[in-house]
């Protein structure tokens, strides 16, 4: 049994991101087997014990997660290309009337918050924007399969057998896409569910079956749906709710 590098383990049981990890050890917030781990690049065993300790427990508990519906015209991430980040909307002045959270919005939310996940600039629909590292492995860590639900607006004809071919069959950047769920809503309308998030992926994936998307809204990332927020509105993640 080969020891791995502590930061790496505590990412495994999810415990913290790796740059929390690094973060914690070094403060002097972890213990393995009991005993206080403070050294960067430390290693441990599998079967070893690792926990955190009240202080980092403490300071989980104060990060928040912000749920966001995008409007057209923003990027998930970094300010690219003069458009403005989805962050921006993030301010009193935005937050859900209707939000239930019971968090007062406070400045220091704004700090690391972070997309768990992407949206285009020409998609709209629900965005997750966390300080929580837990959380953003979760939703985008390289083995999570969490289901992300969207309405694509579509122009064009599927030839039989197509459809099936968005469910399961389509290749993106020479690797076999994982098996979606998709069926037609309406008359011009699928509903995409998908356990991955590769760039532009909706949208690739109807280019392949001859169809070009003329709208995109995200419904739902796993447990959280998209609901009644208005687009351009905000609310935090209810410390009951989980993805």
Not at 49 to 70: D, P
Not at 173 to 180: E, F, I, N, S, V
Not at 184 to 193: A, H, M, T, V
Request: glycine content about 10%; aromatic content about 6%.
């Amino acid at each position: 049994m080969e020891p791995i590098r502590l930061s790496k383990r505590m990412t495994e049981l999810g415990l913290c991101s790796r740059r929390e990890a690094d973060e914690y050890i070094a403060r002097g917030w972890v213990r393995v087997d009991g005993v206080v781990v403070d050294v960067l690049g430390s290693k441990v065993l599998p079967t070893q014990t690792v926990t955190l300790n009240k202080a980092a427990e403490r300071e989980q508990a104060g990060r928040v997660t912000v749920l966001i519906n995008k409007p057209i015209g923003y990027v998930s991430g970094q300010a690219e290309d003069g458009y403005q980040p989805a962050v921006v909307l993030v301010k009193p002045d935005n937050q859900w009337a209707d939000d239930t959270s019971g968090i007062r919005f406070d400045r220091e939310h704004l700090k690391s918050l972070v997309p768990a996940g992407r949206l285009d600039i020409d998609s709209v629909g629900l965005l997750v924007l966390t300080q929580d590292g837990r959380i953003a492995k979760h939703l985008i860590g390289e083995n999570s399969s969490v289901e992300k639900e969207y309405l694509v607006r579509v122009n064009g004809q599927l030839a039989p057998g197509d459809l099936k071919r968005l469910n399961y069959g389509l290749e993106l950047d020479g690797q076999k896409l994982k098996r979606a769920e998709v069926w037609w809503q309406n008359r011009d309308q699928l509903r995409f569910i998908l356990h991955e998030g590769k760039k532009r992926q909706i949208r690739r994936m109807c280019e392949a079956v001859g169809l070009r998307v003329v709208g995109l809204k995200r419904i739902r990332i796993g447990k959280i749906e998209l609901g009644d927020l208005p687009t351009g509105q905000w609310r935090y993640l209810h410390p009951d709710e989980m993805f």
